[in-house]
């Protein structure tokens, strides 16, 4: 749901004015992932050091993979230009390596977002929406600790006096997350120097994933063998959807020219 077009000065009859609550559509689905595992009668009685029973940990694992293996192809793909000049949430240049200055640039860039979507007056107004989860990749997550980490920010100019502000802007200002997927040569568009400011998901959502019935985790379920088979097995399955949403929720920093 849309913004309902802002409050107005109430009359002196005190009449108020109606607003509008308009909507925004976005689309999502739960698909089903799984797999099924058989164990014959020989790898059960083998099992000396009863391996196997550590299979349903595995198989929930495998489920938790999955979820992050989803997001991220669809986050590095860049969705319909999701990330892009036009929708105000791509920053690219020499000086877009994570640092002081360019995490000030990509901070700036996020809050100047509109409320749109439409091209109305009302619709231009700030959004007024601050980011709060610094997704970066291994290569860059020591940088980000100490920068985020650092009471004070000591910047050498090369021979111009060095600037020493009483206090870090960005000390503790975000959530650091640092996913080996980001710059894993596994996924297309991977980048060790790309990095990413995010809302709070629960204010206004980039990407969202949705589960059916609200269930996160994955069902591991045992399954008999078949009557020709002399053994048993386990399956599990989850249903899951990933899927782009408001890309004023997200900026990306190619982090080079």
Partial sequence: MLGTGGFEQVAPDGELKHGKLGEQKYSNKAETYGQ??????????????????????????SGDELIDDLFFKLL???????????????LTGVDTAFGPDSLTQA???????????????????????????????????????????SAQLVI??????TKIPVDNPHRNKYRIVSPPHLSDSYYSGSSAKA???????????????????ARRTPIIERVEAPPNMLGMGFRGYIDVGIKEQDYRGAVKVKGAA
Avoid: C, H
């Fill in 36 to 61: 099924i595992l058989m164990l014959t009668r020989q790898d059960i009685i083998n099992d000396d050091l009863d391996a196997f029973l550590d299979i349903t940990r595995q198989m929930g694992r």
């Fill in 76 to 90: 590095l793909s860049n969705p319909g230009s999701f990330f892009s000049t036009g929708n105000s949430n791509y």
């Fill in 107 to 149: 901070k700036t860039q996020f809050r100047k977002q509109k409320a749109g979507p439409g091209t109305k007056a009302k619709d231009q107004k700030p959004i007024k929406i601050r980011p709060e989860i610094l997704l970066v990749p291994v290569e860059v997550e020591t940088d980000a600790e100490l920068l985020l980490g």
């Fill in 156 to 161: 050498d100019a090369q021979g111009s006096p």
């Fill in 195 to 213: 990095w990413y400011l995010f809302a709070n998901p629960q204010v206004l959502a980039a990407f969202e994933i949705v589960f059916l019935n």
